[in-house]
């Protein structure tokens, strides 16, 4: 493991369920393009508001991911 | 929507069961009296114990809704 | 209240459910060395991903606990 | 000067020309209703995108006022 | 206490003598509008100099009170 | 809107004449390349000096745009 | 000094006066099973009101003190 | 460049005009008596309110210029 | 005042008896060679202990004053 | 240089060795793909923990690269 | 892994070396009554500075080592 | 110690080998003209690159000076 590198994307997730599936959204998107997803750090949580009620949770992560050699 | 403009509330909503209403509960008591809310941003995320556990989670959240003219 | 001297513990909990679970797994071990456990704070909530899915939240908590005269 | 309480507002205003003009925006609206306004203090500057182009500057600013006695 | 919602106002006291005086004046002048006071978290201190001393702290302060149903 | 998927970009653009200008430069570059942006927040301003003068800002912007299906 | 290895505690004091007796409360408390405190940087200043008036002050310090050999 | 010294100055610069000019100022006044100015980063900006409106912008920059042997 | 440009100094002054005090002693001593001091912004406020008690306070804090034309 | 537009990339690198090392180590792998690399900036610096020592140093750095029109 | 718990501490080592030897020298003494550390975070760098030159290096560290069941 | 005043420079040093080479030359350079240098603390961890390699390391350093009566 101490010779990996990793880089870092940026991704805003959205559900109208739950900040955790906001994460899971944005990382089933993400995983259509990136392999080896190792880990994500949630950096804000916000969200839109209908009707005085939370429409749906945006939820911004960060996901490393293993550069290959 | 360029030339609306926005005011934040800042609200700390709580509830024993779970992060999403603990905000649910603050907007629904700022919609009595505020109309026009469009979006929030949670900003911290506390809580009380009672016997070891979780008693209340306690979320802060800043709420955006439009002045109107 | 006012006399009421705290000290902070923080841990990290993980959960493969939820948020609120790691935060709640966190609390049931320390509650088996600290007593009178009085609030926490959210200061990160990270993850680990296996096959593109959220394998298993981490959440760090600040917990205060009133020290004992 | 010594014994004045001011209270601040936390406002988001808009414009398609500048970041000056979106904070005299914000001000205008509230000058409607505030009166006493002293300072503000610009805490985001951020905005939308059309075409390729920002579409309006939103900047978020708190705004600082006297509470008279 | 888990129902309670809470608003926050932030607010700017000052004083000649001492920080806990500005925080003091601060919380006296929003009691005569504001009830159900609970707590406040200082989040700025600054201060005017004349003649090379401390002419008066200006202490910036969140209040949170319960919002009544 | 509550089930799209947003991937943030960090730019840095320039300009001799203004902070929107060195915006506006970061976002035509990245459009050439990037369908679907929405949305930026300015992150740091900076900029360069030549003979005690303001030479070019440098401005950080974070962008998002849609990751479409 | 150079090969001294501290540990940090992170303690909440309290007291009905002052900001600077909540600090010292808080390490009269701790000096009871600690040894060798050294500093001390505060981190958050907070309080509780009763009637409009601040009850008492809250003083979060981590306090340094040196591990023995 | 790998061997250059720099210092960081902290300005505060104003001007009715726009939060560009305002640092332009802060420039033009360190260049009387600071040579070598390199660059500048802009971490606040703030301004006074007059009847309702932007009566300056006060912007406050650290400047880097190079130490000479 | 919209034309005055300002500087910045950090210093950190310290007292046995007070933040306050702490903050004075800065300014007493900045004064010797500084004129035109015109507000401060406290930014750090730490200690030394001594036998389990605050021997003396650290307080760090930003001054502002006016650059002469 | 006033009209580059520069792109900032996050990475994560990791050597036995030193941070010096992880840092070069994350550059020599984001090379091979990515060309006119100008600067970074360190914002982490974290590492695991194998017996009681450092195992590796994992450092997270923004890279800035020039992107060519 | 996802049902582990962890405790972080937080340390100052401190080295005439390096600002590696400081984070070593920390573990290397928390090993002694630590079982079962994992990783670190640097979250402070600093040192104390003796005839012009930096005398040793302190570096804070957070430390998470599991809890065992 | 408790009656000391201190001022803070802040430095930015550079290096090809090192971040500590970079602060120990920020150092020197600083102390051709300020006297009683006491401690820093690193703000900023960047550097320049050439040919995919670290040319130099740029490191930001507050540095504490007494100043004498």
């Given at each position: 493991?101490?010779?990996?590198?990793y880089?870092?994307?940026?991704?805003v997730g959205?559900?109208?369920?739950?900040?955790?599936?906001?994460?899971?959204?944005?990382?089933a998107?993400?995983g259509k393009?990136v392999r080896n997803?190792?880990?994500?750090?949630?950096t804000?949580?916000?969200g839109?508001i209908?009707?005085?009620?939370?429409?749906?949770?945006?939820?911004?992560v960060?996901?490393?991911?293993t550069?290959?050699?």
């Open positions: 493991m101490s010779n990996h590198i880089k870092k994307l940026e991704l959205s559900s109208a369920e739950s900040i955790e599936a906001a994460v899971q959204n944005a990382l998107r993400a393009t997803m190792r880990w994500f750090e949630v804000e949580t916000r839109h209908e009707n005085g009620k939370v429409d749906h949770w945006q939820v911004t960060k996901v490393g991911f550069l290959e050699d």
